[in-house]
């Protein structure tokens, strides 16, 4: 079936296959549209799922959540996110300073960097979508009918029936494998080992300044590299109000149901990552202490405060990650089916373009839904224009995050031995780039338009 025959007349009910930011970012822009929407998600509770940790949201995903969330709930998801960083730095894995940036203060909404986590954006995102969001639902497979609609079955037995079926299930979508059997999701030759440890008054310490507020990027010998971000939320270990909070914000998050769900609490990110080769072949069954152990071989020669740092890790929270990108999938047939963010343009983690560019697909996607329930398009032909754009443009993001900062296993960095030369070449491009105000500001200028529009 092609589910290309006549559309029903009158608004779509849309389908969404996962409670993911996108997912759940277009589904709060289609109620808000007055377009019914029903999504379906494969954990059991709203609290279910390590949904990794940090994630930058940039202006274009910060643009897209105004557009989508009603404007109270917004005004929720910037008093969650943790402290905005003051700083992006190049340090060595001695703690020297190869290069610090100035980022902008937050003072603006969306034209900025947040620093959220995961799990919390993810509760401010269920917040008011009971009634939406369908738990314990793990999608099967979908059924394109005669008369345009298309019924997505699950593993309980039960269906569901839409005009529209959107799949926001992730980089190993169910939904892809049969609409687009053909796209390839390939190993970037990559391994992280990503860590939270709790901000204390002594791991805060043995930290310097610019990286106890900022981000700050580890270029180590050997292609060892990591990442560090401080993560200071407005509640305390307690999960109360800190006493230094704004009236405005304090009210909205005592007000704020989702605080009950989330325990998300101030800690250091660790991210440790290189080549695969590096790690044991066993790596991604690793977890606990025997994970922080595998970090902490991999970086004997750090600086002892970094080492440190990984020792008090919570060994709860270590989790190997292998690092994957799509390959381009060349274009289709608009149908009855479309998909947004990793489901179809899954892209290595850095800088969180992955997470920016699912909120930039569902606010397109949203807008293309409202022309055709105002009948100035059919659905088809709003899902055709969707896809028009997204696609260029997700792919053009993949080829980007995969030629950065040793995302790939085949970077140089990682060769015997030109790879002493390419981290020579790559702290010097930085060193330069900080001291060079002019190269400094295109630097700051592209560290937030590099997840913007410009395609």
């Given at each position: 079936m092609t589910g290309t025959a006549a559309m029903a007349s009158?608004?779509?009910?849309?389908?969404?296959?996962?409670?993911?930011?996108?997912?759940?970012?277009?589904?709060?822009?289609?109620?808000?549209?007055?377009?019914?929407?029903?999504?379906?998600?494969?954990?059991?509770?709203?609290?279910?799922?390590?949904?990794?940790?940090?994630?930058?949201?940039?202006?274009?995903?910060?643009?897209?959540l105004r557009e989508c969330l009603p404007p109270e709930l917004f005004d929720v998801y910037l008093a969650t996110c943790a402290r905005s960083p003051r700083y992006f730095n190049v340090i060595t894995q001695r703690l020297r300073r190869t290069a610090s940036f100035t980022l902008r203060p937050d003072t603006d909404p969306v034209e900025t960097e947040r620093s959220v986590a995961r799990m919390t954006l993810r509760q401010v995102l269920l917040t008011g979508m009971e009634d939406v969001v369908h738990f314990d639902k793990t999608f099967t497979r979908y059924e394109q009918r005669d008369d345009g609609t298309v019924t997505a079955h699950f593993a309980d037995g039960s269906t569901a029936t839409g005009d529209l079926l959107v799949a926001?299930?992730?980089?190993?979508?169910?939904?892809?494998?049969?609409?687009?059997?053909?796209?390839?999701?390939?190993?970037?030759?990559?391994?992280?080992?990503?860590?939270?440890?709790?901000?204390?008054?002594?791991?805060?310490?043995?930290?310097?300044e610019r990286v106890e507020k900022g981000i700050s990027l580890i270029f180590g010998a050997g292609g060892i590299m990591g990442v560090l971000h401080v993560m200071e939320f407005k509640w305390d270990r307690d999960g109360e109000i800190k006493p230094d909070v704004g009236d405005d914000d304090a009210t909205l998050l005592r007000n704020w149901p989702g605080r009950r769900h989330d325990n998300t609490r101030d800690n250091i990110n660790f991210i440790i990552w290189s080549t695969a080769r590096r790690f044991p072949p066993d790596v991604m069954q690793r977890r606990g202490e025997d994970l922080v152990q595998t970090a902490r071989n991999l970086t004997r020669h750090w600086h002892p405060n970094l080492r440190e740092l990984l020792a008090r890790s919570d060994p709860g929270s270590a989790l190997p990650i292998r690092v994957a990108t799509s390959e381009p999938v060349p274009a289709w047939k608009s149908s009855t089916v479309t998909l947004l963010g990793d489901a179809i343009h899954t892209m290595t983690p850095g800088r969180g373009v992955g997470a920016n560019t699912a909120l930039r697909d569902a606010a397109l996607l949203c807008r293309q839904l409202r022309q055709?329930?105002?009948?100035?398009?059919?659905?088809?032909?709003?899902?055709?224009?969707?896809?028009?754009?997204?696609?260029?443009?997700?792919?053009?993001?993949?080829?980007?995050?995969?030629?950065?900062?040793?995302?790939?296993?085949?970077?140089?960095?990682?060769?015997?031995?030109?790879?002493?030369?390419?981290?020579?070449?790559?702290?010097?491009?930085?060193?330069?780039?900080?001291?060079?105000?002019?190269?400094?500001?295109?630097f700051v200028n592209d560290f937030y338009t590099y997840r913007g529009e410009e395609d």
């Open positions: 009158g608004p779509p009910h849309v389908l969404i296959i996962g409670a993911g930011t996108g997912g759940l970012c277009l589904a709060h822009g289609l109620r808000r549209a007055g377009i019914s929407v029903a999504v379906y998600e494969r954990y059991r509770t709203r609290g279910e799922g390590l949904l990794g940790y940090r994630v930058g949201i940039g202006p274009t995903g910060s643009k897209a926001a299930d992730g980089t190993h979508s169910a939904v892809r494998r049969q609409y687009l059997p053909h796209a390839v999701v390939r190993d970037a030759g990559t391994i992280n080992i990503a860590t939270r440890v709790p901000l204390t008054a002594h791991t805060r310490q043995l930290l310097p055709a329930a105002a009948g100035d398009k059919t659905l088809l032909q709003a899902v055709a224009d969707y896809e028009a754009a997204m696609v260029p443009y997700g792919f053009a993001r993949v080829a980007d995050s995969l030629n950065r900062s040793g995302t790939s296993g085949d970077d140089r960095m990682y060769k015997p031995v030109v790879g002493r030369l390419a981290l020579l070449g790559a702290r010097g491009y930085f060193g330069v780039t900080s001291r060079v105000p002019r190269l400094a500001r295109k």
